[in-house]
């Protein structure tokens, strides 16, 4: 029998770029994300998030379907440039009053709202204002962190700070997190959001003592592609690039010894004050929420000098490269989705093992999934036992991972309902609940519940029991 904490928060997750729409509706100030489409790096033939799946205007009716399925927990992110108008900071009453509707109706229904303050959608007067290169992010960063806990803090329990802040680092321009004006380095970027996020917590441990706040970075374990050695060297620098070096900073408080050593290598340099150097001491996370779609396979790649740090252009899972150190490579033991993702759930169990092994704090799962393409039978049905089948394998893996000694407090898998994905449109269907619409045909964004939706109600009743 698997046994999940009573207390477990099963839930799902979304953010509110890629769920919302409304970009028009209650005074929403627009984000970089609202025009992603109309960049020239966004792949043609699919739609952006202008309407998204709507959920501005369905959040009543989102919110019973979720209380349908069970849920303890609900993972959403609230949008910056809905509730903050411009850099002086002016709130936007009606975007406030958005998410305390949401939040007040999750709570009638005994929900738990677990909220990303940033994910992805920075909005444009941050933008016009140096955006992430500027060491100013921080301080607006602050700003927006305190009108979130004056006016949510009384009802929110859980934050997470950034979503994915690796992937600023490595996929920033392909999913279009950092405009094209940006001039830093990717490691000053990410240094500058780590300060951001360390503030964030100073913030809250000060205005709300009770609640409980930490990151969400993409974490998974990386496998050297064969027993040479050269590829276990590889292995090790690859997680500590993609992985170590963005929960050492939080839960350690310092940048390690290696990444030090390596920026000097490739040449890049980070400007750290003596107060950020401070800040990022004195604000150590309550648990670790992290993201989990897949493991990566690394081989080695020697040449005589690093030339460069991490390439990426692909996505976020697949496409890794670091010049005169290795890449990432197809795993031949493991199916890809669709979409070229690979299917790893014993991949998860390690994962989980190695974060917890290693900072010893619990641990959230705030995103994993499977994005496919579905399309509705003539009865209006989805019948996606593939998603059952992935939910099982890797809920289990979960349950080994527990057994083994890992403290969990929450599964929030990516996602509740279809949304837009990152960069493949609307097609790339991840939710327990369909959403009826096309790329470019919005049609009537009929809710529609797929047969996971069932299974998932089921599992939540029996907490995991039955897996
Ligand atoms: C994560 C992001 O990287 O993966 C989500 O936090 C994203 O915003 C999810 O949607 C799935 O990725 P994609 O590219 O399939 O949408």
Not at 347 to 356: A, C, I, Q
Request: proline content about 3%; charged content about 30%; some cysteine.
């Amino acid at each position: 029998m698997n046994k999940f904490p009573k207390d477990f928060l099963w839930g799902a997750s979304t953010s509110a770029y890629q769920f919302e729409g409304g970009i028009n509706q209650g005074g929403k100030a627009p984000s970089i994300m609202d025009k992603f489409d109309e960049r020239e790096i966004y792949p043609k033939g699919i739609t952006g998030f202008k309407v998204a799946t709507d959920h501005y205007n369905h959040w009543k009716e989102d919110v019973a379907l979720m209380a349908e399925m069970g849920f303890k927990s609900y993972r959403f992110s609230i949008s910056w440039a809905r509730i903050i108008k411009n850099a002086k900071g002016d709130i936007n009453p009606e975007g406030i009053k958005f998410y305390n509707n949401l939040i007040d109706e999750l709570l009638k229904y005994k929900i738990e709202p677990v909220v990303t303050m940033f994910h992805f959608d920075s909005p444009t007067f941050i933008d016009e204002k140096g955006g992430l290169d500027s060491n100013e992010f921080s301080n607006m960063f602050e700003l927006y962190a305190k009108v979130l806990f004056e006016n949510y803090g009384s009802k929110v329990k859980y934050w997470l700070t950034i979503n994915e802040l690796n992937m600023f680092v490595f996929v920033g321009e392909a999913i279009g997190l950092i405009s094209e004006k940006s001039k830093a380095s990717k490691w000053q970027i990410m240094h500058n959001l780590n300060v951001a996020q360390a503030k964030a917590i100073r913030l809250c441990r000060k205005m709300l003592p009770n609640a409980k706040i930490g990151p969400a970075p993409n974490i998974a374990s990386v496998y050297a592609n064969s027993n040479t050695p050269e590829d276990y060297l590889t292995k090790l620098t690859f997680e500590q690039i993609r992985n170590w070096i963005f929960l050492d900073i939080v839960c350690r408080g310092e940048y390690g010894t290696w990444f030090k050593n390596f920026l000097k290598k490739i040449n890049e340099k980070i400007i750290i004050t003596k107060e950020e150097e401070k800040i990022l001491k004195d604000s150590k996370p309550d648990f670790i929420a992290f993201n989990y779609y897949s493991t990566m396979t690394v081989q080695n790649e020697s040449a005589d000098d690093v030339k460069d740090s991490l390439i990426n252009k692909t996505d976020q899972q697949t496409g890794y490269v670091i010049p005169g150190i290795g890449r990432s490579i197809k795993n031949k033991n493991l199916q890809k989705t669709e979409y070229g993702w690979e299917i790893d759930p014993v991949g998860f169990k390690s994962t989980l093992r190695e974060v917890y092994d290693r900072y010893r704090l619990p641990i959230m799962i705030t995103e994993n999934g499977l994005g496919v393409t579905e399309t509705l039978t003539s009865d209006e049905k989805i019948h996606d036992d593939y998603r059952i089948d992935y939910y099982k394998q890797h809920i289990k893996a979960m349950s080994e991972a527990i057994n083994d000694g890992v403290e969990m407090i929450g599964y929030m898998p990516w996602s509740a309902f279809d949304l837009v994905s990152s960069h493949h449109g609307v097609s790339k269907r991840y939710g327990f609940v369909y959403v009826n619409r096309d790329e470019f045909d919005e049609k009537d964004m009929k809710r529609i519940r797929k047969d996971s939706f069932f299974w998932y109600k089921e599992l939540i009743e029996k907490n995991g029991e039955n897996i």
